[in-house]
Structures are given as C-alpha cells and as structure tokens.
C-alpha cells in the first residue's frame, strides 16, 4: 500500500475515489439534516400540527425533562439490557443447537419440523402464555426477545454449517480428522461469515422482541413509553422514544459491524 | 507390495439402488512406484482411492496394505483461505495429533525445499493456481506419509498450468522417494508422470491391462518427446475404447 512512485493517473484515481466517499458521507448527513429541518419548520409554522407530528425541537425538550427527571437513563437501561440479554443468550443458545444439530443427521431429520413451524408461527401469538407462566418482569420480556431471535440463529448458523465446501470436507476425512477435529479446525472458522451475519439479523430481531413484549407487559423502557404516550396522546413522548431506539439499534449494529471489519480484515 | 488389491469388489447403496463400482479388481503396488490409473470417466476410479486409504472398505475382496500411511491430494487444492501458508501445511499434523516441533521443522523445511519460503505468511488467496497446487502437495507431505494418493490433482487447472504443475509434482515425489497411485482420466498425463499405467474398463471397474512405462528417463517433459509416447498413447487409447 506504501508505495510512493504510483503514477498521476492513477493518483488522479484514489483522489476520485476519495472525493466520491466524501460525496456519499455529505449527502447521507445532508439527507438526515434536510428532515429535520422541513420537520422543524412545518411545525413552526403549523403546516402539520405539531401535537400529532411533534418536532426536533419538542422531542430535545422531552428528552431534557426526561432526563431531569431521572428517567431518561432508566428507560433506555432497562430497554438495552432486556435486548441485550435476548440477544446474547438467543445467540448464543442458538449456536450451541446448531452444532448439535449438524452433529447428528438424525437428530437434525426429528427436530427439522418442529423449527420450521416454530419459525413461522408469529412469536407474539405467545404473548400472554408468557405474561402467565413467566410474569410480567422484564424476564418475560428477556424471554419474549430470545424465542423471535433464536430459531433464525439457528436456521443461519446451521445453513452455514451445511454449506462449508466439500472437497475440504473430504480432506478433513481423508486426514482421518475426529467430528470434534473437523468442527473446530474447518466448520466454525470456515462458516464466520455466516455467524457474523447471523448477528446482524439476530439484532434487529432482538429490538424487535423487546419492544414487542414491553408493548405487551411492562412497566418500564422505551418500548414502555412509546405505549403509554400513545395512550395518553403525548405524541411528544412517543416520537422521542422512537427517535431514541433508532440511535441505539444504529450503534449496536454499528458495533457488530465493527467487530466484522476486525474478523475479517 | 506397499498395497495390493486382491479381487476386490464394490457396490454403493443409495435410495435410488445400488451401483457396482469395482468388481474383481487385482494389482499392486512397490514401495517408491508411480502408478498411474486411467479409465472412462465415472467408471470409479475416487473409489478405488477411498478404498486404497480405507476410508470405505470393500464389499468383497481384500485390500492389503503394508502398514503405510497414506496422504491424500484432491481434484481441488482445498486450501483453507483463513489460514496463512504455514497455517495450512501444519493442518495435517494437528488434525493427526502429530503437532510436535520435529514435524512442525520439517514440514517447514520441505515447503523451503521446494520454493514456498517467502510465502509462508501469505494468505492462499494471494498465490498463483500452480502454487496452490504446490502448498497442497507439501501438505500432504507435511504429515510423512509413506503412499500418495492423487485423485486428478491437475483438473482444476488451465493447460499450461497443468502442465508445469505436473512436472513439479512429480518432480516433488520422486524426489522424495515417495509411492504414489494417481487417478486420472488424462492419458497423456498418466504415461508422462507415471511407472505403470494401470487401465480400467467401465463400470464396474475391472483391470483391462497393465503397463510399465521405461522410456525417457523419469522426466515428464523428456518422455514427452520420445517417440514412444505417441505409441502408448494410442495403445491406451484403443484400450479405453475411446
């Protein structure tokens, strides 16, 4: 990469391509900026009533007096830890049934059903079994998040088992390699990038578990706000916690983005 | 004998019913030989390979092997593209258990040996399709085994490639002074590198004839020119049927 003797023409390249990543970066910043300035303004001047829309400057103001009043922190606590608990534990959870799973043809053949079915019955249908048998805590909320994220960690994690190349699946066994010799040294490494899209789907499924089972129980979080201010017309509250889990989903995928880039460069 | 196939037989079972692969098969191989198997394609010839390593054993018959151990080559290099070079000759010695410093030297040594040295932290991505080809025979050295298995190591390959790969191949084995029984369906092939060509008649498989190659020194490249490989290349092409 250090090399300084490139040519003009192709410095002439990396500058282009420099400025055209800058380009993109502006115009992504530009659009966001754009929005909540005609958000603003239509407000200001009641072209949309700000009651049912809100604005930027209203939602700055609810989250300074949510954050007066102490909640601010609390709510998001709740909300991430509940997410991230689902999160880890469906992750996994789910990795650990799909290594079982690809050990055992057989065991995989019985259990194949049951996780198509479970995959597509919509997880919420459960809700009120779980408020029965697990309470209305944030367990059931943990609980809730980890059945929407688990099968599909399980259903990715395992397709990218099956699907590592055949031929060095022959080598492994033509070097006499163990079942446990060929899942450590060729399986998981080998299927890395299915893992790390896992996650990346496994987040956005756990937001979704958790903000779905605080709509259905819950006395706390983001997901609790969005409810109330709903039913007590504080649309003022209601965009603020929406505004709030988009930075949150944002920097936790930002983050598993993150830990791709290290894995992977 | 390193290895000898004494009328050995082989059916495989799937749902769709069974196939006879091999059947009646006999011939055998000396320590330090080059043989050569050729047959009409799909005609079993990765079976005998499996057989021959005993990662299958025959339906009838009997496979005999004096305690040799074997290494296997495939079509494809099968290299793992998120270990380095080094990371991949030292494959075979973990997965075998044999991971000790002398194994670990010597593999180092033969990939020294044979021009891999200022590509041992590189990534195979970064390598030519001939020193990929390279790296995978070093592998299979890597765990000293006594008898080379080569199911068309060369198929994937471009012609030139194939070509000089090949040459180097053989090079590599002789000079190591190893046994080697390649399966291939290149006749040309079969006669440059090896000592004898075994033929094989279609499904189920059995020896059609056998031949000892002697001409042209054991250079590939050299027994290329001589006079007498166009003749055998004819005579097993007639023997194949093609």
């Known amino acids: ?265 | 004998m390193i290895l000898r196939f004494e009328d050995v037989g082989y059916t495989y079972h799937t749902l769709s019913g069974e196939t006879e692969a091999v059947k009646g098969l006999n011939f055998g191989i000396l320590r330090g030989q080059f043989v050569a198997v050729i047959g009409p394609s799909g005609c079993g010839k990765s079976t005998i390979l499996s057989l021959a390593a005993g990662l299958i054993a025959p339906s009838s018959g009997r496979v005999v092997r004096e305690n040799a151990e074997f290494g296997y080559m495939l079509q494809r290099d099968a290299l793992f593209p998120w270990r380095t070079v080094e990371g991949n000759l030292f494959l075979p010695l973990e997965v075998k258990g044999r991971n000790t410093r002398a194994m670990r030297e010597n593999a180092l040594s033969l990939a020294e040996k044979y021009g891999l040295k200022d590509f041992l932290k590189k990534k195979p991505s970064e390598l030519s399709g001939g020193m990929r080809q390279r790296v995978a025979l070093i592998r299979t050295l890597a765990a000293q085994p006594d008898i080379l298995l080569l199911d068309e190591p060369f198929s994937a390959l471009d012609y030139q490639t194939r070509l000089e790969v090949c040459d180097d191949v053989q090079g590599i084995i002789k000079g190591e002074q190893k046994t080697a029984l390649l399966v291939t369906h290149d006749i040309s092939e079969a006669i440059a590198l090896s000592d004898k060509v075994i033929v094989l008649s279609a499904r189920p498989a059995r020896v059609v004839a056998e031949h000892t190659i002697d001409f042209g020194g054991n250079i590939p490249k050299r027994r290329r020119e001589c006079g007498e490989f166009a003749a055998t290349f004819e005579k097993l092409r007639c023997e194949l049927g093609i």
């Not at chain 1, 055992?104 to 809700?127: C, H, Q, T, W």
């Not at chain 1, 490494?189 to 958790?210: E, H, Q």
């Open chain 1, 1 to 265: 990469m250090k090399n300084l003797n490139y040519s003009a023409a192709h410095i002439k390249y990396l500058k282009k391509n420099r400025r055209r990543g800058i380009l993109i970066n502006v115009a992504r910043a530009g659009i966001l900026a754009l929005i909540l300035l005609m958000w603003e303004l239509c407000a200001q001047f009641e072209i949309i009533d700000p009651f049912i829309t809100s604005s930027p400057s209203r939602v700055i103001k609810t989250i300074a007096e949510l954050y007066e009043g102490g909640n601010l922190f609390y709510h998001i606590g709740i909300t991430l830890m509940e997410t991230i608990a689902g999160f880890v534990i469906a992750v996994i959870v789910g990795y650990a049934v799909a290594v079982l799973l690809y050990m055992s043809d057989s065991i995989r053949k019985v259990f194949e059903p049951y996780i198509v079915v479970l995959n597509s019955l919509p997880k919420i249908a459960l809700g009120p079994l779980i408020i029965i048998w697990i309470g209305t805590g944030y367990t059931a909320i943990i609980f809730m998040t980890v059945i929407v994220a688990i099968i599909v960690c399980i259903m990715n994690t395992l397709t990218g088992f099956l699907s590592v190349d055949r031929t060095m699946l022959t080598l492994m066994q033509a070097m006499g390699a163990s079942k446990r010799a060929t899942l450590t040294k060729l399986i998981i490494p080998a299927s890395l990038p299915t893992l790390i899209n896992t996650l990346k789907v496994a987040v956005g499924l756990s937001w979704i578990g958790s903000i779905m089972g605080e709509y259905i129980v819950s006395r706390a979080g983001l997901g609790y706000l969005i409810v109330y201010g709903g039913q007590v017309f504080k649309l003022d509250l209601v965009m603020t916690a929406t505004i709030i889990l988009c930075v949150l989903a944002g920097g936790m995928y930002g983050i598993i983005a993150m830990i791709e880039k290290k894995l992977t460069k």
